[in-house]
């Protein structure tokens, strides 16, 4: 038979409430009485309930999660460090896909709260100040994760983005690339900003000059990434391409396909995730890699730090975690330019240049 918090309170020869403040943390007790406790605790194997000690507090024991793209492993690798910590703390998770779009970000915020789930990991769309704010009203705890929003007053764990896409176009311009192509993101996002940023910062240390008409909008997706980056590769301009997320990445990769150019020989390649895929396709892709999984984990703790240390929560953090360039076969030095390749392989294509 599992033992209760009366036998605890019992074998440590301290009240229930003694126990109960020791667990949840509510009220300060002292050293020795802890010490009590928690060798009672780890002598009767006692795991608290944290189901009621939600149902006490009025919420349930499970946590949301919102992300914009459920297709793109990379949001998977995050779901999963969520769910691990959820998990460590006896709490269900309920993921729910947004699909970038404000208004049904907003309606999974209110169908959450109105189901007092314990508290939310979001990657907010661009609208998430607003969409956000009522769960900031009603004091339930928040952690951002992936995308940031400036003077939100809620943890946030982000990836060093403009650091990232610095590395990847500083990698492209030692290698001699000039007319370097980008597959931009979703715009008003934070790390669409953060790697254009890194990409513009880049040419300016180098002292050479920005064609910001080779930024291409992909919208984060596998279609729009290809149709940008066919664009890009008609003009017969860009030596290499920067994927700012590995949907338009594998884009990029179909449209190479389509128009018979071959990866780093004709045009350089960096993508900014990395992937099984990356690694074992041929030739292997140069990548900027996130900790994915790592964002995830770390969000979850975030959150139940917050969880736990009610009602006197500690201060907001704000977490970056480094990006690595992972330099593979897919970039190379520039060599004759791609119109030319174009053209001498009779492309049914080259009518459009």
């Given at each position: 038979m599992?033992?209760?918090?009366?036998?605890?309170?019992?074998?440590?020869?301290?009240?229930?409430?003694?126990?109960?403040n020791v667990i949840n943390g509510s009220r300060r007790v002292s050293p020795e009485l802890k010490k009590k406790v928690q060798k009672a605790i780890e002598e009767l194997g006692y795991q608290p309930n944290p189901f009621g000690r939600a149902l006490r507090k009025g919420e349930s024991s499970t946590i949301a999660l919102l992300i914009p793209d459920r297709s793109n492993p990379f949001y998977a690798q995050i779901a999963w460090g969520v769910e691990e910590q959820a998990r460590r703390y006896g709490y269900a998770l309920i993921t729910c896909h947004t699909d970038e779009d404000p208004g049904l970000e907003e309606f999974y915020v209110s169908s959450l709260l109105?189901?007092?789930?314990?508290?939310f990991v979001v990657a907010p769309t661009s609208a998430g100040r607003d969409t956000l704010s009522p769960?900031?009203?009603?004091?339930?705890?928040?952690?951002?994760?992936?995308?940031?929003?400036?003077?939100?007053?809620?943890?946030?764990?982000?990836?060093?983005?403009?650091?990232?896409a610095y590395m990847a176009i500083r990698h492209l311009l030692q290698l001699g690339h000039r007319n370097i192509g980008v597959l931009s993101g979703v715009e008003d996002i934070s790390t669409t900003?953060?790697?254009?940023?890194?990409?513009?910062?880049?040419?300016?240390?180098?002292?050479?000059?920005?064609?910001?008409?080779?930024?291409?909008?992909?919208?984060?997706?596998?279609?729009e990434g290809a149709a940008a980056a066919e664009s890009l590769l008609l003009s017969g301009e860009v030596t290499a391409i920067f994927s700012i997320n590995n949907m338009m990445t594998l884009g990029a990769l179909h449209s190479l396909k389509k128009l018979g150019l071959r990866c780093p020989e004709d045009v350089s390649l960096v993508g900014f995730d990395d992937s099984e895929w990356a690694a074992v396709m041929t030739p292997g892709l140069t990548v900027v890699a996130q900790q994915s999984y790592e964002l995830g984990y770390l969000a979850g703790a975030l959150l139940f730090r917050r969880l736990k240390r009610r009602p006197k929560p500690p201060k907001p953090r704000t977490v970056k975690l480094r990006t690595i360039l992972i330099i593979r076969e897919s970039t190379a030095e520039p060599r004759e330019p791609l119109s030319g390749k174009l053209a001498a392989r009779g492309s049914s294509v080259v009518a459009n240049l």
């Amino acid at each position: 038979m599992a033992a209760t918090i009366k036998d605890v309170a019992k074998r440590a020869g301290v009240s229930i409430a003694t126990v109960s403040n020791v667990i949840n943390g509510s009220r300060r007790v002292s050293p020795e009485l802890k010490k009590k406790v928690q060798k009672a605790i780890e002598e009767l194997g006692y795991q608290p309930n944290p189901f009621g000690r939600a149902l006490r507090k009025g919420e349930s024991s499970t946590i949301a999660l919102l992300i914009p793209d459920r297709s793109n492993p990379f949001y998977a690798q995050i779901a999963w460090g969520v769910e691990e910590q959820a998990r460590r703390y006896g709490y269900a998770l309920i993921t729910c896909h947004t699909d970038e779009d404000p208004g049904l970000e907003e309606f999974y915020v209110s169908s959450l709260l109105h189901r007092r789930v314990a508290g939310f990991v979001v990657a907010p769309t661009s609208a998430g100040r607003d969409t956000l704010s009522p769960i900031l009203r009603r004091g339930v705890p928040l952690v951002l994760v992936d995308r940031v929003i400036e003077g939100l007053p809620v943890d946030q764990v982000s990836s060093d983005n403009e650091g990232g896409a610095y590395m990847a176009i500083r990698h492209l311009l030692q290698l001699g690339h000039r007319n370097i192509g980008v597959l931009s993101g979703v715009e008003d996002i934070s790390t669409t900003q953060d790697r254009i940023r890194g990409y513009k910062k880049a040419f300016a240390e180098s002292g050479l000059p920005l064609d910001e008409s080779l930024i291409a909008p992909g919208c984060s997706q596998i279609e729009e990434g290809a149709a940008a980056a066919e664009s890009l590769l008609l003009s017969g301009e860009v030596t290499a391409i920067f994927s700012i997320n590995n949907m338009m990445t594998l884009g990029a990769l179909h449209s190479l396909k389509k128009l018979g150019l071959r990866c780093p020989e004709d045009v350089s390649l960096v993508g900014f995730d990395d992937s099984e895929w990356a690694a074992v396709m041929t030739p292997g892709l140069t990548v900027v890699a996130q900790q994915s999984y790592e964002l995830g984990y770390l969000a979850g703790a975030l959150l139940f730090r917050r969880l736990k240390r009610r009602p006197k929560p500690p201060k907001p953090r704000t977490v970056k975690l480094r990006t690595i360039l992972i330099i593979r076969e897919s970039t190379a030095e520039p060599r004759e330019p791609l119109s030319g390749k174009l053209a001498a392989r009779g492309s049914s294509v080259v009518a459009n240049l």
